[in-house]
């Protein structure tokens, strides 16, 4: 048993408001919740004066890449990356080798989260291989709690398969999210068509890769009734489309990365391939659509796409390097610098809103009550921190902050009571 512990002299900000509150954990249950509250004797005391105490936060795309990628990242470095960053609970993508589209490879992948710093929830496979033809076995995916299912990495082509797909989920209740990228469109790109492609000589990817999927989508949608998540919407279009979608009544959730609404495609003007990412970096006006669309509540949740890439790939030409950027310790700090929400609004789309859409609720990111269970990151506002990529817990440095000053940082975190990052240290 954990024991019990007292989380001391923090504001806790949950979706119940904002309080000035200590919590009382025993054995990893919120058994408390007020105003000087004593610590029982032999209790383990943590410091959050100064500090903010929210639920943990849910990151809703990640990529952890075991099996088959572990000189990228293992469940075990890409949780304590989660931990570091506030989170205490990750979804996994299932573009592994092999990938998670069978309810053999879910095991495994539980199997390895069981002492992760983090409770990792994998994502299932759409499609049989992720290739777009077959659909995966979602009901023996799903008896064993995947809740959410992606093709991440490439989005599902065929209308017919998708329209299947997402009627075939909604028997099930559980929820699809898709990649959006039409890869007729999409086909030798590096970077956002544009200017600075133009400029570089590098091929671009139009917005309307991402976008005629997207809408395609909505229509299906609209035709099955069934919901549907978006995975990493980049463009003012998109973020448009979701917008007259939800107006229109459609049971659409989407999500937008920390790197599309802080870097534009500018930033690739060194040809420096840490900035190559999928969907790319896109334009000024879609960095500003993408902030709008978290303020105004057209995008659900900020989620990573942590994806880890050994030193060696990336440092290939662009046009040779794989795509993806580290993400998981420093998201929490770029939202609240870049973002200029209230923080309770920030901590909304980082915490409680993704741990809804992947079902999460009753674990993570609810508010901190009474007999709840205590997944929690204590937050220094105030704190100011340089982006060093040797530091970070990840087995790749792919990030594409190295150098840069942030503020705001987790202090503590806890994972059923257990404190598994104190003063800024991973405990595991």
Not at 264 to 269: K, L, N, Q
């Amino acid at each position: 048993m954990i024991g019990e512990l007292l989380v001391q002299g923090g504001t806790v900000v949950d979706p119940t408001g904002t309080r000035r509150a200590d919590i009382l954990v025993v054995d990893g249950v919120v058994a408390a919740v007020g105003e000087a509250i004593s610590a029982p004797a032999g209790a383990r005391v943590l410091d959050a004066g100064g500090c903010l105490v929210a639920p943990g936060l849910v990151d809703l795309h990640a990529h952890l890449r075991q099996p088959g990628m572990e000189e990228a990242e293992t469940l075990e470095s890409g949780s304590r990356a989660a931990a570091l960053g506030g989170y205490t609970a990750v979804v996994a993508m299932p573009n592994t080798d092999p990938p998670v589209d069978c309810a053999s490879v879910v095991r495994d992948v539980l199997e390895l989260a069981a002492t992760a710093c983090c409770d990792v929830h994998p994502a299932g496979a759409i499609t049989q291989g992720r290739a777009g033809t077959r659909l995966a076995p979602m009901a023996e995916m799903a008896a064993l709690g995947v809740r959410l299912f992606t093709d991440d990495g490439a989005g599902v082509q065929d209308s017919g398969v998708m329209r299947r797909a997402l009627e075939y989920a909604s028997g099930l209740g559980v929820t699809l999210a898709q990649h959006c990228e039409d890869a007729g469109l999409a086909a030798g790109a590096h970077l956002h068509e544009g200017a600075w492609s133009s400029w570089l000589g590098i091929p671009g990817m139009p917005a309307e890769a991402e976008e005629l999927m997207l809408a395609r989508d909505l229509a299906l949608c609209r035709l099955t009734g069934a919901a549907m998540h978006f995975l990493h919407l980049s463009t003012a279009g998109s973020v448009a489309l979701v917008r007259s979608a939800k107006a229109g009544g459609l049971r659409v959730t989407a999500e937008a990365a920390p790197h599309h609404f802080t870097l534009t495609a500018a930033c690739a003007a060194s040809y420096d391939s840490v900035f190559k990412v999928n969907p790319p970096l896109r334009d000024d006006a879609d960095v500003q659509a993408v902030k709008a669309g978290l303020g105004d509540g057209t995008l659900d949740a900020i989620a990573t796409d942590h994806a880890p890439h050994p030193q060696e790939a990336k440092e290939a030409p662009f046009d040779q390097a794989p795509p993806g950027m580290l993400g998981l310790e420093t998201a929490l700090s770029l939202a609240l610098a870049e973002l200029q929400l209230p923080v309770e609004e920030v901590l909304a789309l980082l915490s409680w809103g993704p741990a809804a859409i992947a079902g999460l609720e009753h674990e993570h990111g609810g508010p901190l009550t009474e007999g709840r269970p205590a997944n929690a990151c204590v937050i220094d506002p105030s704190a100011s921190w340089v982006v060093e990529p040797e530091r970070l817990a990840s087995r790749s440095r792919n990030t594409p902050y190295a150098g840069r000053r942030l503020t705001g940082r987790v202090r503590h975190t806890l994972l059923r009571g257990e404190p598994v990052v104190v003063d800024g240290e991973a405990q595991r």
